[in-house]
Each structure stands twice: as C-alpha cells, then as structure tokens.
C-alpha cells in the first residue's frame, strides 16, 4: 500500500488526470468491447428509446392522425404539424403568464433546489464516514430509513412548520432590510433540500466511504482540519457520484408539480413549467394530444444538464492513490 | 470546490439560462384597459393596494375568462385579485388549509368537499352581502349546497348541466327517429335504433376514461335515473344516506342504466363493445356521432367543447342535445348538474367585497357574455349566452325544473369521488349491479 | 413578466445561492478556529447539524406524525388499529398487497441488471455519451409523461380498426386478436411494472456507470495480464468494485418502487387488479378525505422496508469490520 500526500491528491489536475486515463482507456479498450456487447447494448438502447420515438413523432402529428392510426405509419398517413408545440409554446393565456415565465420559474427553483442538498449532504456523508463518533451507523440508518416517510405526508407539518417560522421570518427581514425582495422560491428550495436528502446521503456516503483510508488519514497526519479534508480532497475524488446524484436531484425537481404547488404560497409567480404543462392539457382532459410536444418541450433542459454534466465522469481519479 | 468543477457548472445553467431568455422573448405585458363607467361598482368600495388571492380547478381558456369576468371589478375598486388555477385543487386545498397558508378564496367544485373543509373549521362564515345576494338570486336548493350545519359559508358561481343526451338531427331525420318525451319512449327508440340501423350503427356510444377519475361519466347515467325513476326525495335519502347505497331502488336505477350500457346489441357504436368504453376517454365518447356510426351519447352541457372545430351545435346543425326524458311525459322534468361554490378563508374586507361582486348578477351577466358556461343566478338574461344550447340550459335552470347536484359530487369523498367510480369500472367490466352497490354501501364511511 | 421581474427572479436565487455559500463558508471558517479541545466535536456538529436538523423538522416529525394519525378516525378520535383492520380486511387488499411485492421484486431486479449490463457494454465506448443518454431519457420524462407514452404502447382498439398501440400492432400482425392489455389481470401489472423499469433503468445505469468509473485502472489492467476473459474481469474486479453501489442502487429503487403511484394512478387509477399500497395511500389521504386510512396504509409501507433497512445493517456491518 503506497499513497500519495494529501497536497498531491487534492492538487491533481483534473486534465493531466483525464489525458492520462484516455491513454489507458485505449489500450485497455479492445480487448474490453466484444461484437455481442455491442450488439447487446445497440438492442437495449433500440428497446428503450422505440417508446419516447414514438412520442416524438406524434408530437409532430395532428389529433384526429393520432387517434386514427399508429405513428410508424407516418409515411400511409404522411400529415405533420408543428401545431402542438405552437400551442404548448406560444398559446396565449391572460390568466397564466406566458412559457418563458415558467421556464426562469422552474429554472430559479431547480439550481438551488439542486445545489444546497448536494452541499448540506455531503458534509453529512462525510461526517458519518470519516469522522469517528458513537452512533454514527445509527444516525446513517435512521436518515437512509427516511427516504420511505412519503412526501405527500410530509407536506402538512412542513407547511405548518413553514407558516409559523419562515414567513413571519421572512416579514421581518423585508421590513428591517426593505431592498432584499422577499423570496417566493425559499420555501420550494428548503422543502425539496429536505425530501433530497436522505437520498443524497446515502449514496453520496457510500462513495465517499470508498474513498481509501490512506490518503484521509495521511492528510489528518499531515495536520489538515476535516473541513480542509473535506473541501480539497474528498469533494474532488467525489465528484462522478456528485455528477449523478446533482443530474437526478435536478430531474426531480424539474419534473415536480406537487412541492411547487404547495409551497410557493398561493401565488402563480413561482410557478413552475410542470404547472403550465399540466394546465394546457385541459381541465378535462381534451387536449392530451398537446403532451405530446409538452413531453420534449420540458426535456430539453434536463438532457443539457445531463450532458453538461457528463464530464465528470471520468475514470482515474482515485489513479496512483492506491495500488488496490 | 475546484475552479474546474466552477467553470464546468457553470455552462449547463448558462445554457439553460440562455433558453430561458429565448423563451422569455415572447413574453410581454398585457395592459390592462379600465371601464369607462365604475358607477356599478360603487358599492363595494375603494380599497388601496389590497390583494385577494383566488385559487380552484378553472384552468386554461376559462380561467381566462374567469379573469377577464373580474378585470372592470379590479379597474374601479383597486383590488388585484391573484387566480391560481391547477387540476391539484382538490387534493391540495385540504393541505393548504391545514398548514395555514390557504388562499383567501377557494372555487370549489364539489359540495362535499366543501361541506368538509368547513367542517374541519377552515372557512369564515359568507359576509352579509353575499347572503343578501344568495336570498335574492338562487333558490333555496343552491343556498343549501354552500351551508353546512345550518351555518351559511359560501354563494354558488358557475353551473352545468348534466344528462344531456347528444345526437345528430340529420341522422335522425333520415331514419325519421324522435326525440322521446318519456323514458319507455327513450327505451323504444334505443331497440329502434339497433334495429334499423344496421351492422354500423349502434344506438349508444360512451367512455369513462379519466385518468383517475375513470368511471364518473357512469355515475352521471345513474344519478339521472335514480333521479327520474324516483324523484327528488329518494335522491336527497340516497345522498345523505337515509337510505343505504344498495338499496333496492339504487339497484333498479343501476339496472335501467345497465339495459342501455351493458348491452352489446345497443353499445359502444364506432368503438367496440361494452368493455370498449372503459379505455375510451370520455371526451372521445360521443364523436362516432359524427360519424354515423352511433346515434346518441349522454354527456353534460360541456360535452359542446369537445366536438372538433367547425361542428355546428344547433336544432338544425351537425348535433345538438335533448334532456334525458322524464320517467313519465307528463311529469315533472328534473335535471341533475354541477356548479362550484365560493368559499372564504379569511375576512378581511377586501376578500369580503370581492365574495359579495362573485355572487352578484352583475358578475354572472359579466361572466356569461364572455361564453362557455351558465350560471344558476336568477339575475342572468339567459340572453347573453355564448350558445342556443347555453341559453336554453340557463332558462330550464331559472324555469320551475327541479334541479339536483351531482350525488357524487355531493357524497363523502371516500365514495363520491372513489368507490362509486371504481364501482363502476368494475359495474362495466362485468360484475353484477348488487355485488358493486354492496362494495359501494361497504366504502361508506362511518360516523 | 416584465424585464423587471426577471431580474428580481434572479436577484433572488443569487441572494439565496450567496447567503448559503456564506453560511456554509463561515461555518468552516470558524469551525477550523474552534478551540483544540473541543474542536472534533465541533467539527461533527458543523458537518452534521445542517442534515439533521433539516431531517428532523421535515421528515422525522411527519413521520411521527403520520404514524400517530394511523390510529386516529376521520374526526381525530383514536380508534385504535381499526384503520389496519380496514387495510386487510377491503376485497381488494390482498391483491393490492401482493401487487406491491411483485413491484418491489421485479423492477430493483430487472433495472438494476439491464442497468449494469448496458453501463459496462458501453463503457469507453465511442459515443458512450449519447448511448447513456438514450437509456437515461425515460428518467427524464416525468412519470405522468411515461405514463402517457407507454398508455400509447399498449393501447387497444376494436379488431377491425387499425391498431395505434405498438404492442398490439405486433400481435395483429401475427394474426392473432389485439388485447386489452391494461384491462386483464395479472397481465396488466406486468406491464405496468414495465413502465417502472424502463424509468428506473437510467438510475441504475448513471449510478453504476459512476462507479465503475471509480475502479483504479491498474486493477483492470493487472486482470487483463494474468489473460482473464471478459466476463472472468467483470466477475472478479468489476462486480466487487462496485459492491457497494450495487447495494445502493438495489436498495434506492426499491424504496422508490414501494413509493410510486402515479404510473399505476395514471394508467389504470388501480383498477382491474393492478393498485398498490402508495396509491391506495394517495388515493385513501388526499381523494378520500380519510387521512387516517392514508396513514395507516404509510405505515405499512415503512414495514414492508424494514427487511431492506435491516439488510442494510448488516452491510453497513461487514464494511466498518473490514476497515
């Protein structure tokens, strides 16, 4: 067991890192990737995307096609339209504000919905696997436990909790600092910080827990604080299980209709798209044939933070820490 | 955190960012124009930089017209009202009102959940000038919906009309079909129909598909028989469970639905058999109408939305709709309907004037001329409907024809908006009408 | 929305965004200056307040909460276990209980197995990228809109029409008679927990992908020069690099799948046999107005995962002896 300095560690170049690991990742590639791997991953990709394919095409297609005929008949039937997205898109309404209103809604509730449980998460992962106290396991079981309590029974004392602390909280602050607007989006983000956590900290600690003792150990040797620790050498070596749990916190908030709802005070001004998307279907239902184009209007942006993401994960990070 | 993981974090929300601008492009204010004359609106006083906020299920184009219907109320007393409308309205407004941050007034579609938040203690009792405007412009029935423990809560707002038989004129001319005038009559027809019509067309279409509230278009059938067959009495009984649901009159009201709905020789014309109906949405029910493949499908007044555009609704059009007939042609007709009623959670004053403009008739003519709905406010000139099927529903609402809520929006949740459906999902795919009622009786919760 | 208000949306989110750095900074700032003596204890309380507290005023309390109401009538008076006797005493409640075990079964199951098989077949493969996106778009659509691609799927129309649904397009095909698939039990929660697993595939695959990721290089290498196969790699350094997630994946979905209603609400509102506890749960607390029976019904659910938290125990075990 040979390990690297803490300093080495957490100073590693992210890009010598990578350059280094593509290298590898040629070598080792042939041999890796048989003929029936490929072919097995081509047959699952084809499986999993023949369903939202189909959706993408009636998206395209008018109401009375749809309901008449299937979508690979588009070429028999041939007849497209972009009359579902101009409606999902442009589909005037006195009552609601126009998209792009809920588009920065749902944009300003996702980032920090998204950020402050991967913060306030990762330092309890860390302090339940590395920091040694009585009751750690305890605790970690208890919160991972947590995740099966519903949301939907969580809502009443949140709300109750919320209305007797954070508004009149709120209150004061705009009345003694008048210039700081009050946040509409406050109680969204701490009640989606809350639903994520449990969650976040179990699989942020098991990654983190992996992180090989020698070189946390070293470090501490070394005389650095846990917060040293934390922030130059752990969050780095966690980032690709960072990556994974920020792309399916944000999924989840992006596509959450029932939080924003309850949360965002009685307003429509923090609405989120999934509000607008779910009102342009009808209150009865006669529209559906508009969810079509809703569907791939609403995954544009979960599919740039998915590739926009995507860099982090990268092989090697743990390279030359330990010889395994 | 690296300056790396700074950056790289950085571009999905600049990107996503930049979308949003994109998209922001097409938005832009809408100004606000106000009316010329604010004498109508003297009497609910000015108020500075006070704001209402209205949450219920109205969403879409009539949310729009909800808005526009209070704009001149807005212009002339300084009162913004803030309108939140989702499809959510029912399952959250029980939550929002237990944590305490409850709009100021809810539009509730249902009497029974109504009667349920106020029994939970949440509402304030209606201000004196919405009573004055209840006593003056509903009858007693209407008033009864929006008081619960002999404590008046709210005013009725909008209403429907339910039992609508839809059919097209030509295709009955052609074959040279009446309307029936009673429910034998109706009976005669439907064996008529299956008859002489042929391989293609069937006497009914339906569907109950709902999401998941599949099944309700069912409870309509069965709300309008119990209602024809044993009048206005047994109704209320079965409603408030003086009598239980499976009794034996419910049953025989089940079973006169069932003649027409169960039977694969009258159904589901264009669509398949009777099991069909149970995965055909509702709203896709009643258009082999148009088609010739099928000759009446039973639907509310709202059904007129759903034909596709440029289908003439009139006496003489592509379709048009005749009451479900009464039990007898000389009795007395009675019409089964929805409505929502008003509820406040707060009283200030500002909330109280804008209760008191919702249940006035100047609001009900306002509303109405904007189009799509009807109102039971005696005060509306059935005039200013935006249909002749419109206008004709305000009048048999204001006429002398006895009108009754919807019994399952009337019954406790856990049956009306649940059992009773699932009842007849299960009615429909095959199960008999005792073993559903009894299930239905069973669900009915205690106290 | 006017420019303004734009700009007030975002002055918002930067103020919460720097208020929380700040507080988070600050935290670590004065817990490295925290007194020698005392300062590991700080240091775990700065590290774990935050989560706790959080935890405990959102989750814990409700949970309390909730398991409190089980007991409890429509009107708030205690009524004992009736509401469970209620649970299992409906037509219904055992279809609905053994629907919920086919689910936590099958979809942890299957998901995670296609999950892992894709994740290392398209490892450092070219365009690796896209394929993942592919798998992980179904996680991306929410699960009311998967709900409405698959109702397409399995769509049924009378034998003469042509079929719009793909499954029954392909059974006519072969000349055999369209079938209503979501109406015919057992065959129907089959092919609801289909839906599941198409959704759950993409977490299993992101998670796993991540972690094989984390597996030193050397070790594949090393492998690959004592001569081992493909599949002798995978068995003996792939899979038990991965342990560990392969425990949080499994476990991750199966709470998820104990929780999920809406694609069986949306599909079929559980009726023709498919419902299962959450949505009678939802159904029961939030449609019904009888919150008693929603709560008893979540309580259920916490016991049905009680076998997956105790497995974790003991996992949790085996890793503190092995370091």
Not at chain 2, 86 to 111: H, K, M, R, S, Y
Request: glycine letters at 8%; a negative charge; one cysteine or more.
């Amino acid at each position: 067991m040979t390990s690297t300095t803490p300093n080495v560690a957490a100073t590693l170049p992210a890009d010598s890192t990578r350059a280094d690991d593509t290298t590898k990742a040629k070598r080792v590639k042939r041999r890796l990737t048989s003929r029936g791997a490929t072919i097995a991953s081509l047959i699952i990709a084809i499986i999993w995307t023949i369903p939202t394919f189909g959706l993408f095409v009636s998206s395209f297609r008018p109401r009375e096609e749809i309901i008449e005929n299937g979508w690979w008949t588009i070429f028999q039937n041939w007849g497209l339209t972009l009359e579902n997205y101009q409606e999902v898109l442009l589909s005037p309404s006195v009552s609601a504000p126009q998209l792009g209103s809920y588009f920065v809604n749902s944009i300003a509730i996702a980032i920090p919905a998204t950020i402050f449980p991967l913060v306030i998460a990762s330092m309890a992962a860390y302090a339940l696997a590395w920091i040694k106290f009585k009751g750690a396991s305890t605790i970690f079981i208890v919160i991972f436990a947590l995740q099966i309590v519903p949301l939907q029974m969580a809502l009443i004392p949140l709300l109750q909790i919320f209305t007797g602390v954070i508004t009149p909280a709120q209150n004061w602050i705009s009345e003694v600092l008048p210039f700081i607007p009050t946040s509409n989006y406050l109680q969204i983000w701490i009640a989606h910080t809350i639903f994520a956590l449990p969650l976040a900290i179990f699989l942020l600690h098991n990654f983190i827990s992996e992180i090989p003792g020698e070189v946390i150990e070293a470090a501490r040797v070394d005389g650095a604080s846990h917060s040293q620790v934390f922030f130059r050498i752990v969050l780095p070596l966690a980032l690709p299980a960072l990556a994974s749990f920020a792309i399916f916190q944000f999924l989840w908030v992006w596509n959450d209709l029932l939080v924003a709802l309850i949360f965002s005070g009685g307003t429509s001004e923090a609405a989120p798209l999934t509000q607008r998307l779910a009102e342009l279907v009808g209150s009865r239902g006669q529209e559906w044939q508009r969810l079509t184009a809703a569907a791939f209007v609403s995954l544009v942006i979960p599919l740039i933070v998915f590739f926009g993401l995507q860099r982090y994960f990268v092989r090697g990070l743990l390279a030359g820490s330990t010889k395994g | 955190m690296s300056s790396t993981l700074r950056r790289r974090l950085l571009l999905p929300i600049a990107a996503a960012g930049i979308v949003g601008f994109a998209l922001t492009g097409c938005t832009g204010d809408i100004a606000a124009e106000g009316p010329d004359d604010c004498s109508d609106y003297e009497e609910y006083g000015t108020f500075e930089g006070a704001e209402v906020s209205i949450q219920g299920t109205i969403i879409e184009v009539e949310a729009d017209r909800l808005v526009e219907s209070w704009a001149d109320f807005e212009a002339c007393t300084g009162i913004e009202i803030q309108y939140q409308g989702t499809q959510e309205f029912e399952a959250n407004i029980e939550v929002l009102a237990e944590g305490g941050n409850a709009p100021d007034l809810g539009i509730f579609p249902q009497p029974g959940l109504f009667s349920r938040i106020a029994q939970a203690g949440h509402f304030v009792e209606a201000p004196a000038a919405v009573e004055e405007n209840v006593d003056e412009f509903w009858n007693e029935d209407w008033k009864a919906y929006g008081t619960v423990d002999d404590t008046f809560y709210g005013a009725p707002l909008m209403a429907s009309i339910k039992g609508y038989v839809w059919y097209s004129p030509a295709t009955f001319e052609e074959n040279g079909w009446e309307v029936p005038e009673d429910l034998d009559g109706l009976m005669e027809l439907t064996a008529q129909v299956a008859e002489e019509g042929g391989d293609d067309l069937k006497p009914w279409c339906f569907g109950l598909g709902s999401d998941a509230a599949t099944g309700w278009p069912g409870t309509d059938w069965v709300e309008d028989m119990v209602l024809r067959l044993h009048g206005p009495e047994v109704y209320d009984q079965w409603v408030a469970h003086e009598i239980p649901f499976n009794d034996p009159q419910i049953v025989e009201a089940f079973d006169a639905v069932g003649e027409i709905l169960k039977n694969e020789d009258y159904v589901n014309g264009g669509i398949g058999d009777v099991r069909s109906a149970l995965s055909t949405p509702f709203g896709e029910g009643g258009l082999p109408i148009l088609d010739g493949e099928c000759a009446m499908h039973h639907q509310a007044s709202f059904y007129e939305g759903f034909w596709p555009e440029g289908t003439e609704v009139a006496p003489d059009g592509d379709v048009w709709a005749f009451i479900t007939p009464p039990a007898d042609a000389s009795g007395e007709q009675a019409v089964t309907g929805g409505g929502e009623i008003v509820g406040a959670f707060d009283d200030r004053e500002e909330v109280a004037a804008v209760q008191a403009y919702l249940s006035s008739d100047l609001w009900a003519n306002n509303r109405v001329a904007l189009g799509g709905v009807i109102s039971a406010n005696n005060g509306l000139d059935a005039s200013v409907a935006s249909s002749e099927l419109l206008t004709q529903s305000i009048e048999i609402l204001q006429g002398e024809t006895t009108f009754r809520f919807d019994a399952s929006d009337l019954m406790p949740a856990a049956v009306g908006s649940s059992s009773f459906f699932t009842g007849i999902v299960d009615w429909i795919g095959g199960d008999d009408t005792q073993s559903v009622v009894d299930a239905i009786e069973d669900s009915w919760p205690a106290e | 929305m006017t420019s303004a208000d734009l700009i007030e949306k975002i002055v918002q989110v930067l103020i919460g965004l720097a208020v929380f750095a700040a507080v988070v900074g600050l935290v670590m700032f004065l817990v490295d200056r925290a007194p020698k003596k005392r300062r590991d204890v700080v240091q775990l309380i700065a590290f774990l307040a935050p989560a706790v507290l959080l935890l405990g005023a959102g989750l814990v309390w409700p949970a309390l909460r909730t398991t409190g109401l089980a007991f409890t009538s429509r009107s708030g008076a205690f009524v004992g276990f009736e509401n469970f006797a209620w649970i299992f005493t409906q037509e219904d409640a055992l279809i609905t209980v053994r629907n919920t075990i086919i689910w936590v079964v099958l979809v942890p199951l299957l998901s995670t197995i296609v999950g892992l098989a894709y994740a290392v077949f398209i490892d450092k493969s070219r365009g690796e990228k896209y394929f993942k996106a592919l798998v992980f778009m179904p996680m991306a659509i929410s699960f009311v809109g998967a709900s409405i691609i698959w109702r397409f799927v399995y769509e049924y129309r009378q034998a003469d029409d042509p079929q719009i649904g793909l499954l029954n397009a392909i059974v006519t095909a072969f000349g055999a008679e369209p079938v209503r698939w979501l109406q015919e039990p057992p065959v129907n929660t089959f092919l609801l927990i289909i839906v599941m697993i198409w959704i759950q595939t993409g977490f299993a695959m992101v998670v796993l992908s991540a972690s094989i990721k984390g597996i030193p290089t050397e070790q594949i290498e090393a492998a690959q020069l004592d001569g081992t196969n493909a599949w002798q790699r995978f068995r003996n350094v792939t899979l038990p690099g991965i342990r560990g997630s392969l425990v949080v994946v499994v476990t991750t979905i199966s709470i998820a799948t104990l929780k999920v209603f809406d694609i069986v609400r949306t599909m079929t509102a559980g009726n023709y046999d498919t419902s299962v506890i959450a949505n009678e749960m939802v159904t029961q607390a939030f449609r019904a107005g009888e919150p008693g029976r929603g709560s008893a019904l979540a309580v259920v659910l916490f016991i049905l995962v009680l076998p997956i938290v105790i497995y974790n125990i003991r996992i949790l075990r085996q890793q503190r002896e092995i370091r």
